[in-house]
């Protein structure tokens, strides 16, 4: 098979998977763009709709704000805490969240000076919550997930076939140069090659771990096994009979202990008596806004069953870890997130631009004109 039949054959692959996902692309890609600022309008939305909080001297305990969130809900027995986010600001408030049983998680919000609870919502209701839906399962629940995750797969396909099509190989200049006096149909594929070659590795990236996300179950074993990392053990509690579980304080002062300068940023509570306590927290190091290192109690005895240490995690956990910086552009801080806006409009521009080149290239010809390239 010659060269000119091989360039046919990756032009023709890069073209379908476009014609075929690319609106789903561009959904993804737009959704993802609002996303990157998630956290930030989040918070903005939080204060507008249960106000303002005034900074004091002193916080409450995040054992007081759990015990008031369970006396607030102990007659729903649909409802079950299962996480507590710590203020993330001097005006941040107690974030509790509770799993119910047709699976809808309720976020509630509780002062950190006072202990009152200021409000409550159902996450997926919120338009954080709808967005990301639409973002990774077009709120097409697992089915939608799924053939996201087959969308974010054939984009990988997508950026290396681009890559290799990409003009520049034969003169480096004229792969990133637009020459907007030329005929239309020019600067459309102009537009095209440079806005595919400036955002071919983060597209890459993000399609990757999308891909790994939607599809976990699948891809964490396969990435423990090429990295030879062993699987984390199933941590488990151990009830000592007559005995209840260790006051949230005394764990807390625990977990500080046994990772020396790192900040609590949650706590993920125990949905059952043989699960462990787990205390995420963030080293100085680190660049995750909730940090990537956890330590996990018995929560009777308050052993310290294992200590994650994301300095020094095995390279398979490192690089799950290293999925969210990768995948959101908070990497370089706020200048790759805004970047990372652009990045995710990149499959329009490039949808748009691609169609035109369609129109113009099959204009007049039948659909078996169309597919019969690919086939003959």
């Known amino acids: 098979m010659n060269r000119k039949k091989i360039r046919d054959i990756i032009f023709y692959l890069h073209q379908y998977i476009g014609f075929f996902v690319g609106l789903v692309l561009v959904i993804v890609g737009l959704t993802g763009s609002l996303l990157v600022f998630e956290q930030d309008f989040d918070r903005f939305m939080i204060s507008q709709q249960y106000g303002q909080i005034t900074p004091q001297q002193v916080q409450l305990s995040p054992e007081s704000v759990l015990n008031t969130i369970e ?62 839906k639409l973002h990774y399962s077009l709120m097409a629940g697992e089915t939608g997930t799924m053939f996201v995750g087959i969308a974010a797969f054939l984009m990988c396909i997508l950026t290396v076939t681009g890559l290799v099509l990409w003009p520049g190989w034969r003169k480096l200049i004229t792969g990133f140069k637009i020459k907007f006096d030329a005929h239309p149909k020019r600067v459309n594929f102009d537009i095209h090659k440079v806005a595919g070659i400036v955002s071919v590795v983060f597209l ?63 706590i993920y509570l125990p949905g059952k008596p043989e699960d462990a306590l787990q205390i995420r927290m963030k080293l100085p190091q680190e660049s995750s806004d909730y940090g990537d ?49 652009f990045v995710g409009l990149a499959p329009l521009i490039l949808s748009v631009t691609a169609f035109v080149m369609w129109k113009h290239r099959y204009r007049g010809k039948s659909i078996r004109e169309f597919i019969w390239p690919v086939l003959k």
């Open 71 to 132: 006396a607030k809900y102990a007659a729903r027995s649909d409802l079950h805490l299962f996480r507590i986010y710590l203020p993330d600001t001097s005006s941040s408030p107690y974030v509790g969240q509770l799993s119910s049983t047709d699976e809808q998680r309720i976020e509630v919000f509780v002062n950190p000076y006072t202990g009152k609870i200021i409000g409550e919502r159902i996450s997926d209701n919120t338009l954080i919550g709808m967005l990301l």
């Open 204 to 266: 890459l990236l993000t399609g990757f771990t999308g891909f790994c996300w939607n599809f976990y179950d699948l891809a964490e074993p396969i990435i423990y096994a090429v990295t030879f990392t062993p699987i984390p053990s199933e941590l488990v509690s151990r009830p000592i009979p007559g005995k209840s579980a260790f006051g949230l304080t005394e764990q807390l002062k625990i977990a500080d202990a046994a990772l020396p300068g790192a900040v609590t940023k949650s």
């Open 293 to 341: 290192s956890n330590v996990y109690l018995d929560q009777y005895s308050g052993k310290v069953l294992r200590v994650d240490n994301a300095l020094k995690m095995p390279l398979g956990d490192r690089i799950l870890n290293y999925f969210t910086p990768l995948h959101y552009g908070t990497f370089w801080g706020l200048p790759s997130r805004i970047f990372y806006v």
